[in-house]
């Protein structure tokens, strides 16, 4: 059974009255407020585009359209020109370095390329990655973690497997750096993690956080509800954003 399906009932605390909610209106009991930096529902293709928690509006770069999302609208990407970004010198939040973080976004593909991107933080100067959710450059019908390099040493990418891409279908995927255990992780679509060690941060130059391109690989399709955290969700947190494959949105626990 779907969150969605859910109404609850408690005592209001104060005057004993029963309170109830219905699934539109649902908070749900989870911390994933705690260390989030900023959530796109992504509704409109508006310029900025705004973040749920008003700390991050992006501007827009090409001509993304509003489609049919996984919750409520999402944002078309054609391919040529189109994302959302904030730029390097404003993209502080998103830079990867040596911190925790998780990044987590809805996508839908209508055409996979190599190394397409899907969200990302990354240098337009010097080329260099920190993190990017893109196709793998060697599968098309792969969603990858790509890691940048740090002090001269490049991490290699974590593909989330063969098959865990498939065209014209909506898929969760999340990757994070847990810099206390030293590893990475991509999960797509609540399946069980592909992780990898990392002992080194994901570099340090000045970067572009951006929702549609990755190193301007770009993605064609749909994209929504777009999230980055200060730290790695636990697994209980990352079951909650799937939500039997339904998704959640931002007001259903802030
Ligand atoms: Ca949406
Ligand atoms: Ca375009």
Redesign the pocket.
């Known amino acids: 059974m779907g969150i969605d399906a859910v109404t609850i009932c408690y005592d209001d605390g104060v005057t004993g009255s029963e309170v109830c909610q219905s699934s539109q209106s649902l908070i749900l009991p989870s911390s994933l407020s705690g260390d989030l930096v900023s959530w796109y529902?992504?509704?409109t293709s508006s310029d900025p585009q705004p973040d749920e928690t008003g700390a991050n509006n992006l501007t827009k770069g090409g001509d993304p359209t509003t489609g049919t999302?996984?919750?409520?609208?999402?944002q078309v990407f054609d391919g040529v020109g189109d994302e959302y970004y904030i730029s390097s010198a404003s993209a502080g939040d998103f830079k990867p370095g040596d911190s925790s973080f998780t990044a987590a976004i809805w996508a839908y593909p209508t055409t996979a390329s190599f190394n397409d991107g899907a969200m990302g933080c990354y240098s337009t100067l010097s080329g260099g990655l920190g993190w990017g959710i893109r196709i793998d450059g060697s599968d098309t019908t792969a969603w990858q973690f790509a890691r940048g390099e740090n002090s001269g040493t490049s991490e290699p990418d974590i593909s989330a497997g063969a098959g865990s891409l498939t065209l014209n279908a909506w898929h969760l995927i999340i990757v994070w750096r847990d810099a206390d255990a030293q590893e990475c992780g991509i999960q797509v679509n609540n399946n069980t993690p592909v992780t990898s060690a990392q002992v080194l941060g994901l570099g340090t130059p000045a970067y572009k956080f951006s929702i549609g391109s990755v190193l301007n690989n770009r993605f064609v399709g749909t994209l929504?509800?777009a999230a980055f955290w200060n730290r790695p969700l636990t697994s209980d947190e990352r079951d909650i954003l799937w939500n039997n494959g339904n998704g959640i949105?931002y007001s259903q626990f802030s």
């Open positions: 529902a992504l509704e999302g996984k919750k409520s609208n999402g929504d509800e949105t």
